[in-house]
């Protein structure tokens, strides 16, 4: 097994290499310019020719990628052009937020999706199934701008349960209460998530169901509820939990817009925001964790097979 | 699989548990909602609003203005002026302790002067010879030219002179200051800055007020709420509910359909913009069909309907005075000279016009933005005017960042949108600076210009602008689209020193 996670290891750097360069390229193809940005709109060219000078804007781009790559290497990502900090502590700020909220989220996608795709699954055809079915669905198709709206007007606004948007520190403030910042906004992006795990699910099982091996347990009087958790939902599962990690990558790149009617503190919201000034840096780092975050995830995901499924050998 | 399970539903529980519990409370906390996150609160190097609400706390001018945006001293005691109008002497009030426990003297002054001169985003048009520390709270200014609006640039904070200790802004020269340099004179002193989260102000226990009565930005200044955290948050909506759910106390630039549904909510007060902003379209005075061409401009002026513009743009009609004036009646600026010609709206008179101009059809490009809705729903409107007058208008939309780089390039635009904050004197008007895109420059511009800036009788003055003004209605280096007013929300309980919302909302003397 360690010969295969190193040479996936190998892969993953090779990738992420390539990776660096596109993004590089892509970035400084977009027009525009970070130091306008910065300075605003009465600044003279003469001001923002000096300013892009001193931030080392002005030399050639293949020197500008070495640089970033040189530093990269070390740990050091680069200052943020706006907020004039490392690029590491922006990416830490908002790491949190998005790793809390990814978690609560995939949490209320596991607990939503598999016992209701294996319930539709076990009823398939009846009612229960097209209700299920038909809801899944439904949530899968709402924006998640809307529900998160309606979310905050009825459970903020209206009752007062919960805070409408922000998120303070759990870990800075020590307050583990601070949890009720991301119960909306998990559960808006858990919608959709948990809508399409629910599918996977129901279909994943009903594809199992019709395999030799089941028919044999249901032939050798195993209980109905037996044969649907050990030997349909157990095999089932691989197809799902492959689901999962990329869903959980997602949750934390595409949360953009959830970070935006909440105004959390995440990363999507960084990486667009930084976009939207033109702060490369911040920018390129981000992508980058984004990357190695996929490919770790990626080599996870392939590991737990090994896990769930005894047969698949790591060539 | 059962116990991964089992641990997320602890987990589940927990969060749950944890989210039903009573928060903290955050006494003497005012939450203010910003639309995004501020640039560097420097406000001596920029000209984002938002870092001067923010930073107008923290940092002091040496003038500030009234409610009658006359400049009156803040910093300064007093001073004196020399015949020719060049050489300003000013003495300094004493014992006025920045946040770092120093006391502000002349050196700290002259410093953040020269700095401002050289660097500074409006420093250049107060045309500095030298500005020198002349004894402990004496500093001498000397200008290369008589200034009439010299006390109005030392007193307007957005991209003005603000105050810094000398060794801070001497080492920061021309780069931004860093957060943790951000010591200064006012009321609330910075204490942090998260990326996405909030900037966060506490109140300056040691700060010295003036004993004049509080009087807009002028005067004494008191904090009585302990902490301001401005929090950005995005989305108009949540701005809103967050005010309704108590997780706000004031947000700011609520949409104007918004309006009409809230005026009359309890849950929240609103306050409507003391201080309009105006779109501008400008045109390239440098390079292409429409520079020179004062003819065909006047057509395109001819042809537009800003009434149709602003219904469109903005929406409920307290929000909104279609007026050419650029500035509101009540300020001694404004003036009627040149009016006539706003918003006439005329598609026949301007087709006709076109046509006495040479117009050939050529298609002008005018760049725009969609970060700023209403500069797109306005350029819409004007296109369908101009198609209706004959005149071939292209729109080039892209995102503001790259607007910001393509109006530099004076060969790829005819004309490009933008708004204009409330300006206290007409010297800071954009169109007046020769450098900013659109570069307009004519003799007679020049001539009229140059009495207003350098008179110092306010009634010569004024007759000056009152020319240029007319002098923009028939030369049109922009055209002025029509005064808007924003309008903000704030909880119930929160009051404020003013009633309606100033260009840069401002929290001494406000308590919850």
């Known amino acids: 097994m360690w010969a295969y996670v190193l040479r996936r290891t190998g892969a993953a750097a090779v990738t992420l290499a390539a990776a660096s360069v596109i993004i590089f390229i892509f970035i400084h193809l977009i027009p525009g310019d970070p ?89 398939q055809g009846t009612w229960v199934d097209q209700g299920l079915s038909g809801a899944a669905m439904l949530m899968a198709s709402v924006p998640t701008f809307w529900v998160g709206l309606y979310l905050i007007l009825i459970f903020a606004a209206g009752l007062g349960w919960f805070p409408s948007s922000g998120y303070p520190s759990v870990f800075e403030e020590g307050d583990v209460s601070n949890l009720r910042y991301l119960v909306l906004p998990s559960l808006a992006l858990a919608a959709p998530n948990a809508a399409l795990i629910l599918r996977l699910t129901r279909a994943s099982m009903l594809d199992v169901s019709k395999e030799d091996y089941v028919r044999t347990a249901r032939a050798k009087g195993i209980s109905p509820r037996r044969v649907t958790l050990r030997h349909i939902l157990r095999n089932a599962l691989l197809v799902v939990v492959s689901a999962f990690g990329f869903t959980f990558a997602a ?40 990357v190695s975050l996929y490919l770790v995830i990626n080599l996870l995901v392939d590991i737990s097979y090994r896990f769930l499924d005894p047969r698949v050998e790591f060539e | ?25 955050r006494a003497e906390t005012l939450n203010y909602a910003i639309i995004g996150e501020p640039p560097s609160l420097d406000i001596q190097m920029g000209t984002a609003t938002l870092a001067t609400t923010i930073g107008q706390h923290v940092f002091e001018t040496l003038y500030a203005f009234d409610s009658k945006t006359e400049p009156q001293p803040m910093l300064v005691e007093s001073e004196t002026i020399s015949e020719d109008g060049r050489t300003i002497v000013m003495q300094l009030r004493q014992g006025v302790p920045f946040h770092n426990g120093q006391e502000m003297k002349a050196a700290d002054v002259a410093a953040s002067l020269v700095r401002w001169g050289e660097f500074g985003a409006r420093g250049a ?121 108590g997780d706000y106390d004031y947000a700011e630039y609520i949409s104007g359909d918004l309006f009409g549904m809230l005026k009359d909510d309890p849950a929240m007060k609103p306050y409507i913009s003391d201080a309009p902003i105006f779109g501008l379209m400008f045109m390239n005075s440098q390079e292409g069909y429409l520079a020179g061409n004062y003819e065909m401009r006047q057509a395109i002026l001819a042809a537009l309907n800003m009434t149709e513009a602003l219904q469109v743009s903005v929406g ?79 729109l080039n939309v892209t995102d503001w960042a790259t607007l910001l780089k393509e109006r530099g390039e004076p060969q790829s635009w005819d004309l490009f949108m933008t708004h204009h904050g409330p300006a206290p004197d007409p010297v800071l008007l954009t169109f007046m600076n020769d450098s900013y895109p659109g570069w307009w420059t004519s003799t007679e511009k020049t001539e009229l210009a140059a009495t207003l800036n350098e008179s110092t009788d306010p009634a010569v003055r004024e007759e000056a602008w009152a020319k240029i003004q007319q002098l923009v209605y028939e030369q049109i280096p922009a055209v002025k689209v029509g005064d808007v007013f924003s309008f903000d929300v704030g909880a119930p309980g929160l009051e404020t020193a003013w009633d309606r919302a100033p260009a840069f909302p401002y929290f001494w003397g406000a308590t919850k």
């Open chain 1, 35 to 123: 130091i306008a940005v910065l300075l605003g709109d009465q600044a003279t060219p003469d001001q923002v020719d000096a300013l892009r000078a001193r931030l080392g804007l002005d030399e050639p781009l293949v020197l500008q990628y070495f640089y970033w790559v040189g530093s990269a290497l070390q740990g050091d990502l680069g200052r943020s052009i706006f907020f004039d900090t490392p690029v590491t502590t922006v990416i830490a700020e908002g790491a949190e937020t998005s790793l809390l909220l990814a978690t609560i989220t995939m949490i209320w996608v596991i607990l939503i999706g598999i016992p209701v795709g294996v319930v539709a699954a076990m009823r």
């Open chain 2, 316 to 394: 409920d009609e307290e929000l909104w005075d279609a007026q050419g004036s650029f500035f509101p009646e009540g300020s001694i600026w404004h003036t009627e000279a040149g009016i006539e010609r706003y918003s006439e709206g005329d598609v026949e008179k301007a087709a006709q016009m076109a046509k006495d101009a040479g117009y050939d059809g050529t298609t002008l490009t005018l760049l725009v933005s969609t970060n700023y809705q209403q500069h797109f729903d306005q350029a819409n409107v004007f296109k369908r005017q101009l198609a209706d007058a004959g005149i071939n208008l292209e």
């Open chain 1, 251 to 290: 949750l934390i790149s595409e949360a953009v817009v959830t970070e935006t009617v909440f105004a959390l503190p995440g990363i999507g919201r960084t990486v667009v925001q930084s976009i939207l000034r033109r702060d490369y840096p911040v920018i390129q780092g981000v992508i980058l964790v984004i």
């Open chain 2, 125 to 245: 048009s107060m045309g500095f010879q030298s500005a020198e520390a002349t004894g402990d709270y004496e500093v001498t200014l000397k200008l290369k030219e008589p200034n009439g609006a010299w006390k109005s640039f030392l007193a307007f904070p957005n991209g003005g002179p603000t105050i810094y200790p000398a060794d801070l802004v001497t080492a920061a020269g021309g780069e931004p200051l860093k957060p943790e340099n951000y010591i200064g004179t006012g009321p609330y002193r910075f204490v942090e800055w998260r990326p996405n989260r909030h900037v966060e102000l506490e109140k300056f226990e040691d700060y010295a007020a003036r004993t004049e009565p509080s009087d807009a930005s002028a005067g004494a200044k008191e904090a009585v709420i302990e902490t301001l955290r401005f929090i950005p948050v995005p989305d108009v909506g949540t701005r809103v509910s967050g005010i309704q759910a």
């Open chain 2, 1 to 25: 699989m059962r116990h991964p399970i089992r641990v997320a539903l602890g987990a589940a529980t927990l969060a749950l548990t944890a989210a039903l519990a009573p928060g903290q409370t």
